[in-house]
Nanobody, 119 residues
Framework: QVQLVESGGGLVQPGGSLRLFCAASGSIFSISAMGWYRQAPGKERELVAHITSGGSTTYVDSVKGRFTISSANDKTAVYLQMNNLKPEDTAVYYC?????????????WGQGTQVTVSS
């Protein structure tokens, strides 16, 4: 099994910054990609940022120029640096990993961390 541990959410004022962290562990042979998704109340979960094992990154248009995803811990963890946060960034943020594991190729999710942007 794959375990994902997330941290770094919280309450911040508009224009502020937060950094999310997610570390993967367990029966992982290799990680193909990691990413952050978010889900706001009443909305579908959406991809926020994604990074492959080769370092290629993808961002949803609404966060380009404000958020940065990066790998850590020999690519078994990711950071999401979020700057100039806006109220519309408020959501539960979920970490995702696509990896080859002892049970085959699997996608796994973290438990989620709340980000609230409000004055």
């Amino acid at each position: 099994q794959v375990q994902l541990v997330e941290s770094g959410g919280g309450l911040v004022q508009p224009g502020g910054s937060l950094r999310l962290f997610c570390a993967a562990s367990g029966s992982i042979f290799s990680i193909s990609a990691m990413g952050w998704y978010r889900q706001a109340p009443g909305k579908e979960r959406e991809l926020v940022a994604h990074i492959t094992s080769g370092g290629s990154t993808t961002y949803v248009d609404s966060v380009k120029g404000r958020f940065t995803i990066s790998s850590a811990n020999d690519k078994t963890a990711v950071y999401l640096q979020m700057n100039n946060l806006k109220p519309e960034d408020t959501a539960v943020y979920y970490c995702n990993v696509d990896a080859w594991t002892a049970a085959g190729y699997k996608g796994s999710w973290g438990q989620g961390t709340q980000v609230t942007v409000s004055s």
